[in-house]
């Protein structure tokens, strides 16, 4: 699908939102990802395209991705995106993916999400609070400092349980702080019909379905999403 690049908005420490207009209506499902290529003229070994949740909701009128920017280490991708100019033609792959909610709304859900694993979090819960359907979910959310909640007043505002858990708190935190460990998902998933959205840097997602599988939750309320290239927070 064609795109035109509209603007990048702020949204945390050294994380942005790329807003981008497409040519025609997009039919997606939140929570579905892309792949983006940027015109690079001398691409390193990781290439001039990757692939990026969706962080936007269908119900918005632009597409828009979430990315982190290291200071001073980033790809030559990510430069070549943090210096994108509004009006750029782009080609993006149509959506995909089965990160996305059940069908049955009945079902309590727990989203377990560490760093940019937020993005297709935010997609679904956007989607859910634009259409206004109410479902049972409590999101569990690891960043390294509170600088880096991103969508925080999203999540403050859709009824639902929020917590956030800050690796370094800051003086005075009163909120959960240390890992993400399978015993604080499961406190959180004791209904036998709740499903566990993992979503977050590959090593520590496997980890968790790891540690979530021999402590007997089953495989089948398990739904997982793997972010590669990112450290463990």
Same mark, same amino acid.
């Given at each position: 699908?064609?795109?035109?690049?509209?603007?990048? *908005?702020?949204?945390?420490?050294?994380?942005?939102?790329?807003?981008?207009?497409?040519?025609?209506?997009?039919?997606? %499902?939140?929570?579905?990802? !892309? /792949?983006?290529?940027?015109?690079?003229?001398?691409?390193? /070994?990781?290439?001039?395209?990757?692939?990026?949740?969706?962080?936007?909701?269908?119900?918005?009128?632009?597409?828009?991705?979430?990315?982190?920017?290291?200071?001073?280490?980033?790809?030559?991708?990510?430069?070549?995106?943090?210096?994108?100019?509004?009006?750029?033609?782009?080609?993006?792959?149509?959506?995909?993916?089965?990160?996305?909610?059940?069908?049955?709304?009945?079902?309590?859900?727990?989203?377990?999400?560490?760093?940019?694993?937020?993005?297709?979090?935010?997609?679904?819960?956007?989607?859910?609070?634009?259409?206004?359907?109410?479902?049972?979910?409590?999101?569990?959310?690891?960043?390294?400092?509170?600088?880096?909640?991103?969508?925080?007043?999203?999540? *403050?505002?859709?009824?639902?349980?929020? !917590?956030?858990?800050?690796?370094?708190?800051?003086?005075?935190?009163?909120?959960?702080?240390?890992?993400?460990?399978?015993?604080?998902?499961?406190?959180?998933?004791?209904?036998?019909?709740?499903?566990?959205?993992?979503?977050?840097? *590959?090593?520590?997602?496997?980890?968790? %379905?790891? *540690?979530?599988?021999?402590?007997?939750?089953?495989?089948?309320?398990?739904?997982?999403?793997?972010?590669?290239g990112y450290p463990v927070i």
């Amino acid at each position: 699908m064609q795109v035109t690049f509209d603007h990048a *908005e702020d949204i945390a420490l050294h994380i942005k939102t790329f807003w981008f207009k497409p040519d025609k209506p997009v039919r997606y %499902v939140a929570g579905q990802f !892309t /792949e983006i290529r940027l015109p690079i003229a001398n691409p390193d /070994e990781r290439g001039d395209k990757h692939w990026f949740t969706l962080s936007s909701s269908p119900t918005e009128p632009l597409l828009g991705i979430t990315t982190k920017f290291t200071p001073k280490h980033g790809s030559a991708f990510k430069r070549a995106l943090a210096a994108l100019k509004p009006g750029t033609h782009l080609a993006l792959a149509e959506p995909m993916g089965d990160f996305v909610l059940p069908l049955d709304t009945s079902i309590p859900l727990v989203f377990v999400a560490a760093g940019m694993g937020i993005t297709p979090v935010r997609s679904m819960i956007k989607w859910l609070h634009d259409s206004g359907q109410k479902r049972s979910i409590h999101l569990i959310y690891k960043v390294p400092t509170t600088r880096e909640l991103a969508f925080s007043n999203l999540f *403050e505002t859709y009824d639902m349980q929020f !917590t956030p858990v800050i690796t370094t708190p800051p003086a005075g935190w009163q909120g959960e702080s240390g890992a993400l460990t399978a015993a604080r998902i499961l406190s959180a998933a004791q209904d036998p019909h709740t499903m566990v959205y993992l979503s977050g840097p *590959e090593i520590m997602v496997e980890r968790l %379905v790891k *540690e979530l599988t021999e402590r007997d939750l089953p495989s089948h309320r398990l739904v997982t999403d793997y972010f590669h290239g990112y450290p463990v927070i």
